[in-house]
């Protein structure tokens, strides 16, 4: 719980008010999932499950185009565990085992290439299906492994856009949704004529505003907005 001091008009003696830091829970199941053009094609992939020619997809898009939602979403349907590119071991381990489904994020970051051969391969004996994340197509990743490259290859690409204003519009709103806070049409507007466009962007500033909102108990309106803008700009003004 952390205090914030703020003074009522006409009043001298300074109020402190209590902002409570709850757990907020971002919502990442199907039924929250926000679908436009820049997601649609992804989208229906992940629909298709377990309709993948083996091994599976490779997932590529931007930071922040909503990657890691979409493998949450195919997580719980498919039964499968996460594994960043960093855990190759484990996730090698899990498919030996006889696990079915993976899913392994950021594949550009430096993945074991000989791990990962292994892992595509085993897979692909074991009938099990494989979802990979990655900013750029497997022709771009610098892949010093021939056999990877021709494997990654082969198995199907969806590709993530940077979201449009009617998408980034609906995540803004499903943002401040979960955090139970109502916004007019007209401040959604307002936010993605000034935000960086990326999914990322829009989670972080939700929560920033609903934070400024809390601790100024002040609803979020176009004025009070724009002053919070014009604050993070200049803080030392």
């Not at 719980?1 to 830091?21: A, E, K, N």
């Not at 940077?162 to 139970?180: C, H, N, S």
Request: aromatic letters at 6%; a positive charge.
């Amino acid at each position: 719980m952390v205090p914030r001091q703020y003074v009522l008009p006409g009043i001298v003696t300074p109020v402190t008010q209590y902002t409570f830091d709850f757990d907020v829970r971002e919502a990442l199941g199907q039924d929250d999932l926000v679908v436009g053009s820049a997601n649609a094609a992804a989208v229906t992939w992940m629909d298709r499950w377990p309709d993948w020619h083996p091994p599976g997809l490779v997932l590529i898009g931007p930071p922040g185009a909503g990657k890691s939602h979409l493998g949450a979403v195919w997580c719980h349907r498919a039964g499968a565990t996460r594994h960043e590119a960093a855990q190759l071991a484990s996730a090698l381990e899990a498919a030996r085992q006889g696990r079915r489904a993976l899913l392994i994020e950021d594949v550009d970051a430096r993945a074991d290439e000989d791990r990962l051969f292994h892992l595509v391969n085993t897979m692909t004996d074991t009938h099990g299906h494989l979802l990979l994340t990655c900013q750029h197509p497997p022709a771009q990743l610098g892949l010093r492994v021939p056999d990877l490259l021709s494997r990654l290859r082969a198995m199907q690409s969806v590709f993530l856009g940077q979201p449009d204003d009617e998408l980034l519009g609906r995540v803004i709103r499903k943002q401040f949704g979960d955090r139970g806070v109502r916004v007019d049409n007209e401040v959604i507007l307002f936010l993605l004529r000034r935000m960086q466009r990326s999914f990322v962007a829009a989670r972080r500033l939700v929560a920033e505003l609903d934070a400024a909102a809390l601790a100024r108990r002040r609803k979020l309106t176009i004025p009070f907005v724009r002053a919070w803008f014009a604050d993070t700009a200049n803080p030392s003004a």
